[in-house]
């Protein structure tokens, strides 16, 4: 059992090693800059801002994240999260369009647009960043990860298709992958759920 759970770790590493590389830093900068950009874009139209904010509290409310009480749902947090990361890499098998990076633009726009929200309605960024790094040091990792998995994996299936001799064959290349959304983003996105489930709403409590 050991030397079995041993394989796949190592599995895991030489994966995100030899496929991944600097993508997950790539990924990382630009989450900054569309996080950045996003937060001025909105921060200078009000009206658009609070339109968005009404549109994302709908979405919210109906994805199941919300439980009957009121509260944050962990499993319906834990779901969200993980159809999110599943189809962040699932769109890499549409090649030479890298699809993926769409799932970075658009979160990082978000949450600059949250940010912005904050600043508009005379908020203090420090209850913004309270109610997203908790959580967030867990989950925007988990995200570059999976957003790098899946530009990793248009990038192969346009080597595959130009028949470049750095193509990895499909099985080994998704026994790599698969390998690294269980050990890996799960553990991840498992932690984020618990601490926005649990935590954050106490921690928004203390400084409200």
Known sequence: ?????????????????????????????????????????????????????????????????????????FFGILLNNWFAMLF????????FVFLPVLSIITNAVLVGAMAAYYTISGLPLTLFFAGILPHGIFEIPALLLAVSMGVALCRNIIRLITRSARAVPMVEF????????????????????????????????ILA
């Open 88 to 95: 962040s890499v699932l769109y890499g098998f549409l090649p």
């Open 1 to 73: 059992m050991r030397e079995t759970l041993q394989t796949h770790v190592d599995g895991m590493r030489s994966f995100v090693h030899q496929q991944l590389g600097k993508l997950p830093w790539i990924m990382g900068i630009l989450f900054v800059v569309c996080s950045a950009a996003g937060y001025v874009v909105f921060a200078l139209n009000p009206s658009l801002t609070n339109e968005l904010m009404k549109a994302v509290t709908e979405i919210f409310a109906q994805s199941g994240v919300v439980s009957e009480s009121g509260g944050i749902s």
């Open 174 to 205: 998704l026994t790599g992958l698969l390998q690294t959304m269980l050990l890996l983003i799960f553990p991840l996105i498992l932690l984020a759920a618990a601490v926005e489930s649990f935590i954050t709403p106490a921690l928004l409590q």
